[in-house]
């Protein structure tokens, strides 16, 4: 009998990926109109309300320069919460067993479940951006493939984070500390609401040491063609963390960290 | 030569908090075989079948199944296991189909090839008509075929019950045995756990008793019967009795006014305890076993 099949891995894949597909989608309205309604809140106060009286942001209308940053806080939040709150419920279900008893090999199901969190990543993402489109409707994307590049390279990022925080969370309070004192604060100082050019040199420096500066930054240009940072520098450091993350899930995996005893 | 479906060699467990949960188990379980893995809790069973199954770690020996290693041939030697566990392990929030489907698909069965193998299954396990119902709202009995139906929707050549009929009322108890005898006649080799100890005799042919990590019996079932020197009965009266009779040979004890319980060595026979309440004018209405007889050997063996 020859091993597992290239055939055989891809039908396990696509069996683990839609039904993570199936999963967030069942709950579309804890996942996907949530997003939509809260960036309209911030769209309207920020954007249309306060937006104007802020004037100009690096040379775009205040509502403008906010978009990428309000796309890209929602996909790194959606990616991270649907694949740390998916795999912990696997592993609080006991249903991981499924999997682990399985022939799969570990990378296809840690790929399952990013391929997860990248498609809710993503699917929110397009939400929000046709959400701008209601508040700025000239709004045109300046670098189309670099901004599909910076959306799923995030999504992947920020869902395999949320994948370790899972393997090590022994409760429910675990996969919500690190996305509330963590991640959030780091967003919205991560320069989605301002450009650190308006700040003082040393905040502007302390910044400078918030990875998601770099996100948002190479994000906004992909859709507006300015930023902060340098875009070839942002893009290794974000590829150089994915294949961090990537190896140290599979090593977690292969060892049985959390999932096994 | 035999083929074992299993074959685990001085697998041993210690756990991080010190425990050491199996000692160097060795053990074989034959292609066809319907094997009981009996042992009191705590014993290591759970341990060895999480082993089978990849679930836990062992810390060292070899397990094959079907002579595929569960180290060096990991994808075969799962793609020819099924398991049943213990506690529920599905999603509650997903519809019963989807559930056994999606199985079917982390085996690589395509979703076309599984629909009628799912339809047939769970027709099988008396599930097709709650196929579109979340798995949370199923009885308890209910679920327990949905695990079976997981754990079988592979056709797995080994398939390994961990306590299938927990909780399960005696009815459907008798319906899961009657499948189980029938799909090791079609060639399924089964092990099974369990602490209904009617059940390891009604099904299996051969038993393993686990006890404080070590196997203490690997044996058939006959041959364990057969080392059971004596046997309770319960005798039902006809008329209320004040006090047990005497009668040489038997240790006759009265439970109530009614009901006579003596044991009978496998030496003697119990027509002549018949003959001799007959003779003294005691009538037996009726008569049962006292208790399961394995019971009292899986007492001795684990007293051990």
């Known amino acids: 009998m020859n091993d597992i099949t290239n055939k055989t891995i891809l039908i396990t894949l696509w069996t683990l990926t839609s039904k993570e597909i199936r999963r967030f989608m069942r709950i579309w309205v804890q996942t996907l109109v949530p997003p939509a309604v809260t960036m309209s809140l911030y769209f309207v106060i920020f954007g249309s309300l306060i937006g104007p009286r802020i004037g100009e942001m690096d040379g775009f209308d205040y509502v403008q320069f906010m978009i990428p940053g309000l796309i890209m806080m929602s996909v790194i939040t959606n990616s991270y919460a649907n694949v740390v709150s998916s795999f912990y419920g696997v592993k609080f279900q006991k249903s991981i067993e499924e999997l682990l008893i399985s022939p799969m090999p570990h990378w296809v199901i840690l790929l399952g479940f990013i391929l997860g969190g990248v498609s809710r990543g993503v699917l929110v993402g397009i939400i929000v951006y046709c959400v701008s489109l209601i508040f700025y409707p000239e709004f045109e994307i300046a670098n189309l493939a670099l901004t599909l590049l910076v959306l799923v390279l995030t999504a992947i990022l920020f869902s395999l984070m949320g994948f370790i925080n899972a393997v090590f969370a022994d409760s429910f309070d675990d996969i919500s500390v690190i996305p509330t004192f963590v991640l959030t604060p780091l967003i919205y100082l991560g320069g989605v609401f301002y450009s650190i050019n308006i700040l003082p040199e040393l905040w502007r420096q302390v910044s400078m040491a918030n990875p998601m500066l770099y996100v948002v930054n190479t994000f906004r240009e992909g859709m507006l063609g300015i930023s902060d940072v340098s875009i070839s520098f942002s893009l290794t450091m974000i590829s150089i963390f994915i294949f961090i993350f990537t190896s140290l899930s599979l090593y977690l995996l292969h060892k049985g960290i959390g999932i096994r005893e | ?304």
């Open chain 2, 1 to 304: 030569m035999e083929n074992f479906a299993l074959e685990i060699s001085n697998l041993r467990k210690v756990y991080s908090g010190g425990t050491e949960a199996l000692k160097g188990i060795s053990l074989k379980v034959k292609e066809g075989d319907f094997y009981a893995l009996l042992g009191p809790n705590g014993a290591g069973k759970s341990s060895t079948i999480g082993i089978i199954g990849t679930l836990v770690t062992k810390t060292s020996g070899t397990v094959k199944i079907f002579n595929y290693d569960i180290d060096q041939n990991v994808s075969i030697a799962k793609s020819i296991l099924g398991v049943v566990s213990q506690e529920i392990n599905f999603s509650q929030f997903e519809k019963v189909i989807d559930i056994v489907t999606t199985q079917a698909g982390f085996y690589g069965i395509t979703k076309s090839l599984a629909k009628p193998k799912v339809e047939m299954m769970l027709k099988r396990l008396g599930l097709w008509d709650k196929r579109n119902d979340q798995a949370r709202t199923l009885s308890g009995g209910y679920k327990r075929r949905l695990m079976i139906a997981k754990a079988l929707i592979h056709e797995p050549k080994l398939l390994i019950l961990d306590e299938p009929t927990a909780g399960v009322d005696i009815e459907l108890r008798r319906e899961m045995w009657d499948f189980l005898k029938e799909i090791n006649n079609n060639g399924t080799t089964i092990i099974l756990t369990t602490h209904y100890l009617e059940e390891a005799e009604q099904l299996c042919r051969n038993i393993g008793i686990i006890d404080h990590g070590e196997i203490v019996v690997d044996t058939s079932m006959k041959d364990l019967l057969r080392r059971l020197d004596v046997q309770g009965f319960v005798l039902d009266l006809e008329e209320p009795l004040t006090k047990a009779p005497k009668i040489e040979g038997f240790e006759l004890r009265l439970e109530d006014s009614l009901t006579l319980v003596t044991a009978v060595s496998k030496d003697s026979s119990i027509n002549n305890l018949f003959s001799e309440l007959n003779n003294i004018g005691i009538n037996v209405k009726s008569m049962r076993n006292e208790s399961n007889r394995l019971e009292e050997l899986f007492i001795e063996m684990v007293k051990k």
